[in-house]
Every structure is written in C-alpha cells, then in structure tokens.
Nanobody, 114 residues
C-alpha cells in the first residue's frame, strides 16, 4: 500500500491550495479515505473524510465551509481543496486509507504566511 500526497507549499493568507493523494496497492474504490493534519508542537487532528463512493463526506467543524474533500476512483486519488487559508492552517497534511490496519501517507507541508 502506498499513499503519496502532493500539492503543498507556501501560500498567502486567503489563497487556495488543492492537495492530492495518489493511492496504490489496494482496491481504492472499496474504502473510505480521510485527511488529517499536524501543526508544529500539536497532535495530529482530523480534517475530513469521504466514503468509498464519494457520496458522503464529513468535516471537522473548524474546516467546514472552507475545505472540500473529493475523490476520483478512476484515478485512485483523493483531493482536499482548501480555500480562504489562514496562518493557523499551517501544518503537514496526511491522507489516510481506512483499509485493513489503516495506512498513512508521508505528508505534504502547507505553510500559510504573508
């Protein structure tokens, strides 16, 4: 199982980023996927989740309305669209596959700063 995140970087407050997580090694369309993040000195926190079909999504209250999770099962990829970014969104963002014992990607750094 491999999960490879991409799309992170340095962005100014108020701007947008789209993260991608390319999955391989399991039947992607059969499992739910999630995004988490970990800011410096803080515990990893839940961001959003999406069902295997993409028909159901869930968000942490603090990200609801600004972040959108989606997936493309034909591409084995899950996305996180992040709008109106704030400095407190600075973190390493990880995707998580709810498959077997659970798998994590290596993370992608998002830095929101002027």
């Amino acid at each position: 199982v491999q999960l490879v995140e991409s799309g992170g970087g340095l962005v100014q407050p108020g701007r947008s980023l789209r993260l991608s997580c390319a999955a391989s090694g399991f039947t992607f369309s059969s499992y739910g996927m999630s995004w988490y993040r970990q800011a410096p000195g803080k515990e990893r926190e839940y961001v959003a989740a999406i069902s295997r079909s993409g028909g159901s999504t869930n968000y942490s209250d603090s990200m609801k309305g600004r972040f959108t999770i989606s997936r493309d099962n034909a591409k084995n990829t899950v996305y996180l669209q992040m709008n109106s970014l704030k400095p407190e969104d600075t973190a390493v963002y990880y995707c998580y596959a709810d498959f077997n014992r659970g798998y994590w990607g290596q993370g992608t750094q998002v830095t929101v700063s002027s």
